[in-house]
């Protein structure tokens, strides 16, 4: 009997092992399975006189079925764009590819709250791409009610991206007598305040403004 627990054991531990989405991997991110190769990639900014090391490039990736979510990964790729030789690719869940995560210097990751939690697209996107070390990355999201999960759900995403080996950061609020930093970005969009407010946009913007400038300061290997 032991014996069978075992050797079953063992055939799961092998098939891990040999399993792409389980091997780790370089810092490129390329090991992520089971998405298709390459599709348009095009970058929304790009300036021709910053230095090597201050290009990077940000994948924004989203899952969103009413809009609200969609409307904040565009505040987060509007803060991308606000730092110059940062170019941002913006994307559905579903329309990600290897290129993209391998391409990627940082990922931003976005979902609706659902139940209190990740939404499953975006948890399966997740569960099916391996390791992506050496990257920085940051988490938003929207939920229809004040304390429905939204920020459960940011953390949730952040923990995802640290298990990727993702360098995680957030928004930094700068108030003139203090400072702030923040988990990620969140949008309460049902009653009484529906939708994704001026502010809530802003911290959208914040949040992607701070993870391409930590990106760029940690490729160029100094603040
Ligand atoms: C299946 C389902 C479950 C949901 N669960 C929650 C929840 O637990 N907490 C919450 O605040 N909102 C919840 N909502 C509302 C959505 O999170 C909210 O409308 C969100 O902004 C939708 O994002 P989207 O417009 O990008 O699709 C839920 C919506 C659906 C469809």
Redesign the pocket.
């Known amino acids: 009997m032991k014996r069978t627990i075992f050797n079953s054991l063992l055939t799961v531990l092998i098939v891990l092992a040999s399993t792409p989405a389980y091997a780790g991997g370089e810092p490129g991110g390329g090991n992520a399975p089971a998405i298709p190769p390459s599709s348009t990639n095009a970058p929304a900014s790009s300036s021709a006189t910053v230095s090597a090391d201050e290009a990077v490039n940000i994948l924004i990736v989203?899952?969103?079925?009413?809009?609200?979510?969609?409307?904040m990964a565009t505040g987060v790729q509007e803060g991308v764009e606000r730092v110059a030789g940062a170019t941002v690719t913006l994307k559905k869940v579903d329309e990600v590819t290897n290129d993209d995560l391998a391409a990627a210097d940082g990922i931003v990751l976005g979902s609706?709250?659902?139940?209190?939690?990740i939404?499953t697209p975006m948890k399966n996107f997740l569960d099916i791409t391996g390791f992506w070390g050496g990257k920085v990355g940051g988490a938003f999201s929207?939920?229809?009610?004040e304390t429905?999960?939204?920020e459960s759900v940011v953390v949730s995403l952040l923990l995802a991206l640290m298990m990727k080996g993702v360098i995680v950061v957030g928004p930094v609020y700068d108030f003139g007598n203090f400072q702030a930093g923040s988990l990620g970005a969140s949008?309460?969009?049902?009653p009484p305040d529906e939708g994704v407010s001026d502010s809530e946009l802003e911290e959208a913007r914040k949040l992607g403004e701070r993870v391409a400038t930590i990106t760029q300061q940690l490729k160029r290997g100094s603040p």
């Open positions: 989203y899952f969103s079925m009413t809009g609200n979510t969609e409307k609706p709250t659902y139940w209190g939690t939404a929207t939920g229809a009610l429905g999960g939204k949008a309460m969009t049902g």
